[in-house]
Structure formats: C-alpha cells, structure tokens
C-alpha cells in the first residue's frame, strides 16, 4: 500500500492528515483548546470532511488501518481517548457497521499486509480502545469508568466480604489491643 488516500477529487497523502491537524488548530482561539474534547471531535470532523471517505476507501481494510493508526496517534498526542464511535466519524460511515464487521457479518476479507482479517483488526481496535479507556479510569475519570462497564461488560467486584470476614475473625482482645483499651473483664460486661 502506498501512503497516500486516494479520493474521488484528490489523493492525499497520509501526511495530509497532519496538516489539516495544523490548519484546524490555527483555527482555534488558542492552540490547547484541542485538548479540550469537543474542540479535538471538531478536527475529527474537520478531517472527516477533507479526506472524504466513500465505500470504496471502506472496503480497503489497509487504509482503514493507516487511518485507525494515524487517529489513534492524534488521540494519545491531545490526550483524548480513543474510541470507535470517533473514528466512525473520521471514516464517515456507522457505528454498527464496524459492530458488523467485528462480528464478520460482512465484508469479512482479509488483509495480506497486515495477516489478519477485517474481522480480527476490528477486535484488535476495539481492545486499543478499551485500553485506552482503562488508561483513562486509572487517571479517576469517572466517565471512562461508565465506558469500561456499558461499552466492554466490565464489573467492579466486591470487596466488603473479605473485609467484614477479617472483623469478625477477631477477638474483642486484639481489636481493644489496636486502641490501647485495657481488656475488659468478662464480669463487667
């Protein structure tokens, strides 16, 4: 494959893509609004619309992958977390239709440059993405959290078991003994 994208107007070289990054920014109030989320979706529709993807740029699994990897990249660059549901907007096609393609529904074809099929490079993306999310509740964003369980069925275990079996494992001695409280007599009582 070579590096360029070739659309119905124009080719692009993938280069291009880092300069329409450049030009979109220059178009902000200030250059670190593209940290800011909305801002960084904005050049994603920005680029979206300059690279104009069509069905056939859809069937060639080796672009669409020169693409996942060129996005994933300006995510971590701006500090975004990658997500599918972006780079739907990126390649201007559903989210469902990538929900397909990992399943193999369709267009399952195979990708000699790469060894895998669409079916795997799909899952291949989504678990990027799901790392990222992860990456992203480790940083306390509460949201990513939320991602992790609705998009990737995670589930926070339950810890309060082991806990409460350490309390009642001790004796009233050991617990009065961790606050310096003199044992009571059992008479007292």
């Known amino acids: 494959m070579s590096n360029a994208l070739k659309t119905e107007n ?4 993938f280069n291009d893509i880092y300069a329409f990054t450049t030009e979109y920014i220059s178009t902000l109030s200030s250059a670190d609004d593209i940290y800011n989320k909305q801002c960084f ?14 069905d056939n740029h859809l069937a060639n699994i ?4 020169t693409l996942w990897d060129i996005y994933t990249t300006l995510c971590y660059k701006y500090k975004n977390p990658i997500t599918t549901t972006r780079f739907c907007v ?3 096609t559903h989210r469902e239709t990538l929900n397909r393609w990992k399943k193999g529904e369709y267009r399952n074809d195979y990708s000699d440059k790469l060894s895998m099929s669409r079916c795997d490079i799909l ?7 799901e790392g990222s999310l992860e ?3 480790l940083n306390g964003n509460i949201g990513a959290i939320f991602g992790l369980k609705a998009g990737y069925g995670w589930q926070e275990q339950q810890q309060t078991e082991h806990i409460h079996r350490h ?8 617990i009065a003994g961790d606050y310096n409280i003199p044992a009571l007599e059992s008479d007292t009582i």
Not at 10 to 13: G, S, T, V
Not at 62 to 65: A, G, H, K, P, V
Not at 123 to 129: I, S
Request: hydrophobic fraction near 35%; charge should be neutral; charged fraction near 30%.
């Open 135 to 137: 990456s992203e509740s």
């Open 123 to 129: 899952k291949k993306w989504h678990n990027e993405a």
């Open 62 to 65: 080796d672009y669409l992958n």
């Open 41 to 54: 979706n904005g050049l994603i529709k920005y680029i979206a619309l300059k690279i104009n993807i069509t």
């Open 90 to 92: 990126l390649i201007s």
């Open 10 to 13: 124009k080719i692009y070289d």
């Open 167 to 174: 309390v009642v494992e001790r004796t009233a001695d050991q």
